[in-house]
């Protein structure tokens, strides 16, 4: 048994921390990407450690209870706290954000000419401007992107999620 499986039984009997179980998600993944036979994003998403503590943090937050007004109020009062968070902090956080520091990968090069090329409304001019709209999740490799009203996520290995 790993340390993943160990941590999910123990959520699974109940946990009711929501930080200690977002710790034990993301130590997880850690443990999975570290195996060298570790095949990607699409891996995370499906191992049954990884799913069953993600269903208890949704649990206790209630999230299987937000139906899609209450969402557009809690993705209003997000947005509006990290504007404050950004004008408090200046436009140095804002600019940081938008870096790309390392290059794309090849299948992040892929992906995102392929969300490109379907046909959407306000699509930017050019490939080059919907590129620069990409921006770097602070300290992680996957690049996200604004997409029809929603943003999209590309990991290193090209799997795109919203």
């Not at 706290?81 to 870096?99: D, L, S």
Request: aromatic letters at 8%; proline letters at 6%; one cysteine or more.
């Amino acid at each position: 048994m790993s340390k993943r499986h160990y941590d999910a039984q123990a959520i699974g009997y109940g946990a009711c921390n929501p930080s200690g179980i977002a710790h034990s998600i993301i130590e997880a993944c850690v443990e999975m990407r570290a195996d060298p036979a570790h095949s990607g994003t699409k891996e995370l998403c499906t191992d049954p450690a990884i799913r069953l503590m993600v269903f208890q943090l949704a649990f206790i937050c209630r999230a299987q209870n937000i139906h899609l007004d209450d969402y557009c109020e809690i993705t209003d009062t997000v947005n509006a706290g990290a504007a404050r968070y950004i004008a408090k902090t200046g436009e140095c956080v804002a600019a940081r954000r938008k870096q790309l520091p390392r290059p794309l990968s090849r299948p992040q090069v892929e992906a995102l000419k392929s969300v490109y090329d379907r046909d959407w409304r306000d699509k930017p001019t050019s490939y080059l401007a919907f590129r620069r709209t990409a921006s770097r999740a602070i300290g992680d490799a996957c690049i996200m992107v604004p997409w029809c009203g929603m943003v999209l996520g590309i990991e290193p290995d090209g799997y795109t999620h919203s």
